[in-house]
């Protein structure tokens, strides 16, 4: 019997996608809020909020092979992967909350609060994300159709970026009436409940559908060696981890660059609506570059265009606002069609691990994948606390010139030549279309004879 189970239907695209909007509302609010939220709100130094996210962070890298070796040992009625969006959001949605929260302590009492409530809203994250991305590979088992999945992921959770980066502030401005802590608190809690209705919608709209061999004995140790002699995953992970650096510098960054350099705070947000407007525009050509040119050679041609426009946003002065729009409008469009192709790859890497053992570990590959992603993005956010402090940031008054200039190398140089070095490592990946089209056809050879004899 001929098993078919590349295709997926647009309401199963649709809802997994929706899964990605509910995760990026956390994501977000972390990634370009948080640090500002802890030193210019919260009121903690930007050292200690530096330290807390990276203390965070390596907790969070911990959690995070433990949860992906617990789903790929999960047996339920739903699946291994499912069962964690559904039960995992509620604690997702109410430490969002609680980590925007500003109680009255002392400031030792709100560092403590802030490190605890971060460090068990990443575990929160960790519970439900990991196996959300885990889940698209085991939707279909063809690498373009995973690409075209994954590109309705990115254009969903770029939708929950819109959403974030365009209008925390001016939600926090309205909830808050005045009150910026009151405000952070009450959009957050706006968000924590959109993404429990979405990622109900994602458990409901999806099934899991390429599963381990029946044979497969579970061996932990079998399958962290077959990790760490996988060189396709090992050269996705260290691009994770320094794409990531990039990504948590130049997005903590930004809302300095604008208060202090800029001038304005709220321009951040039309700054970000643009940018992400722009990503949403790339990100459908990622399926077609991938199929005419591959999914390596993109990766490569990706990070050398975006990195070299968002080196160039340095340059333009603080009342030059049009180069600096189009700098990043460009370097955004250029990476675009690289971010579901990293995803798209970690899945043809696990499939690469099967083919040549025998053993299938999704989870483990995809949990270990994001463990190197959030040690990126961990030592990125600590990085803009110790850069800010470097350059003598001072929160709420007026920066000198050095600090400007540091603020200035976060947005622009730093992250760009840290995202141009990827291609560097990208340029040793070895699993090309060809190989993804054997794997493919190998595979389902195996499960089909596998189905026929049990």
Known sequence: MNRNISALTFKEKLGYGVGDTASH??????????????????????????????????????????????????????????????????????????????????????IIYAGATYVLLMTAYASVNLPYSALGAVMTNDSYERAGLNTYRFIAGFAGQFIVTGLALTLAKFFGGGDKAQGFQYTVVLFAVLSLVFFFITFRSTKERVHPPKSQVNSLSADIKNLFSNKAWIILAIVGIVSFVMFAIQNAAVVYYFKYYIGNEENVQLFNVIGTVALIVALP????????????????????????????????????????????????????????????????????????????????????????????????????????????????????????????????????????????????????????????????ARREKESSES
């Open 285 to 444: 050509f990622s399926k077609p570059l991938a199929k005419k040119f591959g999914n390596r050679n993109v990766f490569i041609a990706s990070s050398i265009i975006s990195g070299i426009f968002f080196i160039a946003i340095y340059i333009p002065g603080a009342h030059n606002l049009v180069p600096i729009y189009i700098f990043n409008i460009i370097a955004k469009m250029a990476y675009a069609p690289a971010v579901p192709l990293i995803w798209t790859m970690i899945a043809d890497s696990a499939d690469y691990g099967e083919w040549k053992t025998g053993r299938r570990a999704t989870g483990l590959y995809f949990s270990a994948a994001v463990f190197a992603q959030k040690a990126g993005w961990g030592i990125g956010a600590a990085l803009v606390g110790v850069i800010l402090s470097l350059f003598n940031y001072v929160a709420n008054e007026v920066q000198s010139a050095t600090s400007i200039t540091g603020i200035k190398l976060l947005v622009s140089v730093i992250p760009g030549v840290l995202y141009m070095s990827c291609a560097i490592f990208m340029y040793f990946y070895n699993i090309d279309a060809r190989t993804t089209d054997l794997i493919k056809k190998e595979l389902d």
């Open 25 to 110: 509302f956390v994501w977000d609010m972390v990634g370009f809020w948080l640090m500002f939220f802890y030193t210019d709100v919260f009121g903690i130094s930007a050292i200690a909020a530096g330290t807390i996210m990276l203390i965070a962070r390596f907790w969070d890298m911990a959690i995070d092979p433990i949860i992906g070796i617990l789903s790929d040992r999960t047996r339920t009625k739903w699946g291994k992967f499912r069962p964690y969006i559904l039960f995992g959001a509620v604690p997702y949605a109410i430490l969002a909350i609680l980590t925007f929260t500003t109680p009255d302590f002392g400031e030792i009492g709100k």
